[in-house]
């Protein structure tokens, strides 16, 4: 069958005649009209379409670039006449409500057929809850969306929150992706208790709580079972110990939340950052984890020697795509372990960030003979660390093995540097030209850069690749 394009509808002039025949209208025509009405916001009609929607999908989030109450109001509307109609014709096969703000194939698709499945404010200001009939307890209808849970909801969100929690009884409520920001946790609470947390696949947890509040997340935390991503930003630590029996209370809430990572079936992201509670315990967390990682992700967090000693005996590391380890200062540590763990993922990682690292020459060194081997990278960022133009060039004259190499960042030579530590310009855009030059005759370049540290005065790097830049001082 050929792809056309279904006879344009105007629906500021017909929309009362097209309401009245939805029963009669080829499925055929349903997505683009529907796509009109919404985006046109003709409430009344969408809310009529939601009720006579003919396929097993309806993606509604994919058409919501920027969130409107009142067409999101039409669309919770037509759920609950949905519900409360006892619908016996043909086209009332609505099975999933999807409200993620995602690109959906769904709205590009001829759907000439039967295939469209899916690959604090109020409604009012007295909201009914009508009685449901119990054929509506029997077919749940699902609700699929993502949940940002701050402590400023905008009127879409209150909206469909407070809608979520009166209904939680008559639809299948699923929240794939959540982020909680600074919210009372008896608020978290209850959405937890519409949204079920085994259908979190994806959990960003950014809050300023210490051990004993976060121990009250725990439960939720364990029932996280299909969780794949994973981000705690920042977590702290309580400094205020008051004696011994505090510090044992402490400890236990930490090894309480630790234990959790055993529930886990599809854990692959972990991101963690500024979560110093998790310092010398890295290691129960790693060995916790049920699946390999894909991504470890540590950030602006003191690292000890006993975490970094695990990365070479713990088995969930030993598939790692991507390493990122920004911020954590390793000046100090013996860097062997992080040589065993990259020449273990060596014919696999494809990213390395170890930008404001502060690794010396020596660390360098000694990590040359593992990174030599990584045939996989595309990316890798040595950004702020400490390295001489001798160890550099060296360095670089040793990545012949680098073929898919698309982004390089180094830091600019220490020589750049006067005794001030202030940026000599003329020598930095010499030196790293020289650099250039001696990777331009192992290898083809494509991206690559040098960077000095941040300016003292205007907080700027100067910066030396295929765009230049220099910081506004007059040193």
Not at 52 to 80: H, S
Not at 256 to 270: P, V
Not at 394 to 408: C, G, M, P, S, Y
Request: charged share 25%; hydrophobic share 40%; net charge positive.
């Amino acid at each position: 069958m050929s792809v056309q394009s279904p006879p344009t509808l105007t629906l500021l002039r017909n929309e009362a005649v097209i309401i009245s025949s939805l029963e009669e209208l080829p499925t055929v025509l349903f997505p683009a009209l529907f796509k009109e009405a919404f985006e046109g916001r003709h409430s009344k009609l969408v809310k009529e379409m939601v009720t006579t929607w003919p396929f097993p999908c309806l993606p509604v989030g994919a058409l919501m670039k920027t969130p409107n109450l009142e067409t999101l109001q039409a669309v919770l509307e037509g759920v609950d006449m949905r519900l409360t109609r006892d619908i016996h014709h043909s086209k009332g096969k609505l099975q999933v409500l999807d409200l993620r703000n995602v690109h959906h194939t769904f709205w590009n698709i001829w759907a000439d057929e039967e295939d469209g499945s899916c690959s604090s404010e109020s409604l009012d200001e007295n909201p009914v809850v009508k009685v449901l009939p119990q054929y509506a307890l029997r077919h749940k209808l699902k609700v699929v969306t993502e949940l940002c849970l701050r402590p400023r909801l905008d009127e879409a969100q209150a909206c469909f929150l407070k809608w979520a929690q009166q209904r939680k009884g008559f639809l299948h409520f699923c929240c794939t992706k959540l982020k909680i920001w600074a919210m009372p946790m008896d608020f978290i609470r209850e959405i937890l208790n519409v949204f079920h947390p085994e259908n979190i696949e994806e959990l960003e947890l950014n809050t300023e709580w210490n051990v004993f509040q976060l121990a009250h997340f725990t439960p939720f935390f364990g029932q996280m079972r299909n969780l794949r991503k994973l981000l705690l930003a920042p977590l702290y630590k309580n400094v205020f110990k008051i004696a011994n029996r505090t510090g044992e209370r402490e400890d236990k809430c930490v090894k309480g939340f630790i234990s959790m990572f055993s529930k886990f079936n599809c854990l692959q992201h972990l991101s963690l950052s500024g979560v110093h509670f998790l310092r010398d315990h890295m290691n129960q967390v790693f060995r916790s984890l049920m699946t390999p990682l894909v991504k470890l992700s540590i950030m602006h967090y003191r690292i000890s020697q006993k975490d970094l000693d695990s990365f070479s005996f713990c088995q969930s590391l030993f598939h790692l795509k991507h390493l990122e380890m920004r911020g954590v200062t390793l000046s100090s540590l013996d860097i062997m372990p992080l040589r065993s763990l990259v020449e273990k993922v060596a014919d696999k990682i494809q990213t390395l960030d170890l930008q404001g690292c502060r690794m010396k020459d020596y660390q360098l060194n000694a990590l040359l003979p593992a990174l030599t081997r990584c045939s996989q990278l595309t990316k890798i960022n040595f950004y702020n660390n400490d390295f001489s133009m001798a160890i550099l060039k060296d360095f670089l004259q040793h990545t012949a093995n680098w073929r898919k190499i698309n982004v390089e960042q180094y830091p600019a030579p220490l020589e750049c540097y006067d005794e001030l530590a202030h940026v000599c310009r003329e020598r930095f855009a010499q030196l790293c030209l020289e650099l250039m030059d001696t990777l331009g005759t192992i290898r083809q370049l494509k991206s690559i850069s040098f960077a000095t540290n941040m300016c003292h005065k205007c907080g700027m790097q100067c910066v030396y690749g295929r765009e230049n830049r220099t910081c506004s001082c007059r040193l």
